[in-house]
């Protein structure tokens, strides 16, 4: 699960090259387009993830232990060392203030989706005002 996190993170990353390339209508939306599955998609799989870490049974919620990327995309082989699984999803390795990184990852998903609401939402507001 927090492979397909990281993925989203970079679909965040590489969402915003386009326009800094050419800044235009197209590239605009694209942009907008990619960040906002990237952010929304995130932050769904982070709530699944948490979901998994504190099932009351976890032989129950379990993953996959390689990822499912499509056979056109196989980012867990042509970049193993970033998106390769490591680890059981049920597992906490890390935790700060108490929270898990999937939990962290919820804030920061919901940051950037609330962001990405909010950045949307005036410039088709101003666009009508105009």
């Not at 989706?113 to 105009?130: E, F, M, N, Y």
Request: with cysteine.
């Amino acid at each position: 699960m927090c492979i397909y996190q990281r993925t989203a993170v970079f679909g965040i990353m590489f969402a915003a090259m386009p326009a800094m390339l050419v800044n235009n209508l197209i590239t605009r939306l694209i942009g907008y387009i990619g960040w906002g599955i990237s952010a929304i998609w995130g932050l769904l799989i982070a709530m699944e993830h948490v979901e998994i870490q504190t099932a009351v049974n976890p032989f129950f919620a379990t993953c996959e232990f390689v990822p499912n990327f499509p056979s056109w995309a196989p980012l867990h082989e042509w970049l193993p060392n970033i998106f390769g699984a490591t680890g059981d999803c049920g597992d906490i390795n890390w935790s700060f203030f108490d929270m898990s990184m999937p939990q962290w990852m919820i804030v920061i998903f919901a940051i950037y989706s609330a962001i990405w609401a909010v950045i949307l939402l005036s410039r088709v507001l101003l666009k009508r005002s105009l």
